[in-house]
């Protein structure tokens, strides 16, 4: 069975531009959540997909959004992106929520100069 | 508010012995714990899992302990070895929470 796998594996962008992050689930898995990793800050809960609906956010301002299709796949947005924004975004899948045993892809890296 | 912690950023530890890592958390709602490892360039994988109705779980060289009484958990890993060189988190949720709560994380070494 395929692992979670989230495209692209680097980015490097500027302040003021925007970013899209894609995540494709292990098959099965309807629960797609998202974590930013910073040095400083460990793994921060961005936010849930579920069936394509947002179940559930962290505490990140609505610069950062995103959506679930009928495929269960996920992308996440970042708009005008900010220098603190650089950070290992990491998807995860699991069967039914994000308070369970989650299933993490490799991340992107984004660096924002 | 950080609701699980894990103050020490980095250990070192030779090869062949025993690796204590420690995690403490502030919210006695949490029930479920679980560690997770992870390598450079890599994401997090799933290590070992407690329910808080357990004090121990083992699985291999790898056991977590649970003091609820004092929020501590810790996770053992014996005999170590230079492969479990990584960085590990641990994770706690509520029985009714949403989303895993993750320390910062724990740089272990084993050195030859």
């Known amino acids: 069975k395929a692992g979670v796998t989230q495209t692209p594996r680097y980015l490097i962008k500027t302040r003021g531009q925007q970013v899209t992050l894609s995540c494709s689930p292990i098959?099965?898995?309807?629960?797609v959540s998202w974590y930013q990793q910073t040095p400083g800050q460990g793994l921060q809960f961005l936010f849930e997909?579920?069936?394509?609906?947002?179940?559930n956010k962290g505490n990140f301002p609505g610069r950062f959004s995103g959506r679930q299709f009928s495929n269960s796949r996920s992308e996440m947005n970042v708009s005008t992106l900010e220098l603190g924004d650089s950070a290992l975004y990491l998807c995860?899948?699991?069967?039914?929520?994000?308070?369970?045993?989650?299933?993490f892809g490799s991340g992107t890296q984004l660096s924002v100069l | 508010d950080q609701q699980v912690k894990q103050n020490s950023p980095s250990l070192s530890v030779q090869e062949g012995r025993i690796s204590i890592l420690n995690c403490d958390y502030t919210n006695s709602m949490f029930d479920y714990f679980l560690w997770y490892k992870k390598y450079p360039a890599e994401g997090p994988t799933f290590l070992i899992s407690?329910?808080?109705?357990?004090d121990k779980n083992e699985d291999g060289r790898f056991t977590v302990f649970l003091n609820k009484s004092a929020k501590h958990l810790s996770l053992h890993i014996v005999p170590s070895q230079p492969g479990d060189s990584a960085v590990y988190f641990c994770?706690?949720?509520?029985?009714?929470?949403?989303?895993?709560?993750f320390g910062k994380g724990t740089s272990l070494l084993v050195t030859p």
């Open positions: 997909y579920f069936s394509e609906t947002q179940r």
């Open positions: 994770a706690a949720v509520t029985n009714s929470g949403y989303a895993l709560n």
């Open positions: 098959s099965g898995h309807r629960s």
């Open positions: 995860a899948s699991s069967l039914q929520g994000a308070s369970e045993k989650l299933f």
């Open positions: 407690i329910s808080s109705i357990k």
